[in-house]
């Protein structure tokens, strides 16, 4: 659409997807990943399966109050990284799983094992992060209305 007045107008697109692709590619500096989607893109691909795909994280984009389900779509990856996110997927989603019951403890054990058996050379800043957090919340405790989802408040 056009915005401003009558003396200087500039076009621009506002809207609530604009917003949420924002901070979806932000997000992909916090995660290093290099394609962030949304649980409603993966719900319009019409072959899914075509892709290395795993849960990061829930998030709420400023804006927003409902909380946004992300993932990381890792097929540009190199094939050693491929292999080992593909490899560890399922312990990984069991681990955030135990997270979000704020059973920390055991994530935390589930976490430290990934971390404990990664290869050379592969970093993997999502157990990085998870493995934080829990350490975090096991000394800190959760407050009361703890949901697990993190806010992305800007870019």
């Not at 893109?41 to 946004?68: C, S």
């Not at 779509?73 to 190199?78: A, E, H, K, S, T």
């Not at 405790?141 to 870019?155: A, L």
Request: charge should be negative.
């Amino acid at each position: 659409g056009t915005v401003g007045e009558s003396e200087r107008m500039n076009g621009t697109v506002i809207s609530d997807a604009v917003n949420l692709a924002s901070r979806l590619e932000g997000a992909t500096k916090i995660y290093h990943a290099g394609i962030i989607i949304s649980e409603d893109t993966i719900n319009k691909l019409k072959m899914p399966q075509k892709y290395y795909i795993r849960f990061l994280d829930k998030i709420r984009v400023k804006g927003k109050n409902e909380p946004v389900s992300i993932y990381e779509v890792f097929n540009g990856d190199i094939e050693s990284v491929i292999e080992w996110k593909e490899s560890t997927r399922k312990n990984l989603q069991t681990a955030i799983d135990y997270y979000f019951a704020q059973n920390f403890n055991k994530a935390l054990e589930i976490l430290n094992e990934l971390h404990r058996s990664k290869r050379p050379g592969i970093e993997d800043e999502v157990v990085n992060i998870y493995m934080e957090r829990c350490n975090f919340l096991i000394e800190n405790g959760s407050p009361e209305n703890w949901d697990g989802v993190i806010t992305m408040n800007s870019k």
